[in-house]
């Protein structure tokens, strides 16, 4: 039985190493809507980093971001649905990874943009844009925030998630997709595959009717959700050992040559 919804992440998985969205793989994807399945973009991007790829991956539909905590109408260019965290728990959650941590700096995924700490990653160039709330943690939480974002300069990435996994993991939910050392959190029990979850069941579709793609551990819950799940060939080790499918690389299509394959393309 064919699929009746693809999940797909993004960097990584569906987008080549130049972050971009190929002719061929645009092709595919409008193919397989085009049989009444949806595509579901299902990312640990916020809204900020989508504009410039709407329209590549079809400028309609709905999209999944932020690791969950943010269902996106893409046609609409509006939020469907936030997933926040509690002010209360950001600051709390805060204090005890610093106390974990000395050194750590905090950002925020908010459902109006971004804000950071003085001292958050200061060379990436949204630290230079006009705008952006810069001060300490406990004067940027809101009622809107839907990731907060941890960095540390000199432990390594999975050290520092382990720890903050063990430090916070009863408070929220801790991943990383990064190559460097930053840890991801959303709002407690949201998770990439929670979300799709329950979209799926407002669209009535079964998980075993879902067909996955993802390449980074924050993609692990939703692989193992999706009835059908395929890591990519270039996927983090931990990824491709929990998944028992694989797709050819991100940079040769790797998302649409199996979507073509499954739907006869």
């Not at 907060?148 to 993991?169: I, K, S, T």
Request: net charge negative; aromatic share 6%.
């Amino acid at each position: 039985m064919l699929p009746r919804l693809v999940a797909t992440d993004l960097d990584g998985t569906l987008l080549d190493a130049r972050g971009e969205v190929s002719a061929y793989t645009r092709e595919v994807l409008l193919a397989v809507e085009e049989q009444g399945v949806p595509v579901v973009f299902v990312t640990g991007r916020p809204i900020r980093w989508m504009e410039s790829l709407w329209e590549s991956v079809g400028g309609h539909g709905l999209a999944i971001l932020s690791n969950g905590g943010v269902v996106y109408d893409v046609a609409t260019h509006s939020v469907r649905r936030a997933r926040t965290i509690a002010p209360d728990v950001l600051v709390r959650v805060g204090e005890l990874l610093r106390a974990a941590a000395p050194g750590t700096t905090f950002a925020l995924e908010r459902t109006t943009g971004f804000a950071r700490e003085p001292d958050f990653m200061p060379r990436l160039h949204t630290s230079a844009v006009p705008g952006v709330p810069v001060a300490p943690l406990e004067d940027l939480v809101d009622d809107r925030v839907v990731k907060l974002l941890a960095r540390h300069e000199e432990q390594g990435p999975e050290e520092f998630w382990q720890l903050a996994e063990e430090v916070v993991g009863h408070s929220v939910t801790t991943t990383w997709s990064s190559v460097g050392t930053l840890v991801e959190m959303s709002g407690a029990g949201v998770t990439k595959a929670t979300t799709l979850a329950d979209l799926c069941a407002e669209l009535g579709v079964e998980r075993s009717e879902v067909v996955a793609f993802g390449d980074m551990p924050n993609d692990l819950a939703l692989l193992d959700w999706a009835g059908t799940a395929y890591a990519m060939e270039n996927a983090h080790p931990s990824v491709r050992v929990a998944t028992r499918r694989t797709a050819p690389r991100h940079d040769e299509d790797g998302v649409a040559r199996t979507l073509a394959r499954i739907f006869g393309l």
